[in-house]
């Protein structure tokens, strides 16, 4: 009988955690209603000012927090960099923690990376509104706003291309 009792047991907690996984990745991505982006004002790198909905309104945006003290950040920018350069989807990078501004775009163009907008949120206001905390954080969002996919880590050329996808409408 109580061989019974521990098969039941781990068999729920099985069933729980196949569960868990499920939610957490319908949370994580899929072309569904993440709900607006939230709209941000800021200074890019070369001192234009310049709204996220600016961005967004004619073909959509990638927007991606992104700090380059993480091991494998260059991919990241350049699997997206890559995937956009097909699109007419604008590439806005806010860059986590940097202050000097010569440095980052030589850090952009050593890996060939090529961005729309790159704005330095070294003080943390724009990545607070967002609630972030870590990074790298994707955000894909279609031309009317709506966050249509979001990433919580390195994106191969693949997945790049899957939630453009939810965005442009191919």
């Not at 955690?17 to 982006?37: E, P, T």
């Not at 073909?59 to 260059?74: C, H, T």
């Not at 000097?100 to 890996?111: C, H, I, M, P």
């Amino acid at each position: 009988m109580n061989w019974m009792k521990t098969l039941l047991i781990i068999l729920l907690i099985i069933v729980l955690g196949i569960s868990a996984l499920f939610v957490v990745g319908s949370l994580m991505g899929g072309d569904k209603d993440n709900g607006q982006a939230v709209e941000f004002t800021a200074e890019t790198v070369q001192g234009e000012k310049i709204s996220l909905s600016d961005c967004y309104q004619k073909n959509g945006a990638v927007l991606v927090f992104f700090d380059r003290s993480q091991i494998k950040s260059a991919a990241l920018l350049q699997n997206i960099s890559a995937g956009i350069s097909e699109t007419d989807v604008r590439f806005v990078l806010v860059a986590q923690g940097e202050t000097e501004s010569t440095a980052f775009s030589e850090y952009l163009r050593q890996n060939n990376v090529t961005e729309d907008v790159v704005i330095s949120d070294s003080d943390g206001q724009i990545a607070a509104k967002y609630n972030i905390t870590t990074c790298p954080v994707t955000y894909f969002i279609n031309a009317e706003g709506s966050v249509r996919a979001v990433s919580l880590s390195n994106l191969n050329p693949g997945s790049v291309e899957k939630y453009l996808g939810y965005i442009t409408n191919k």
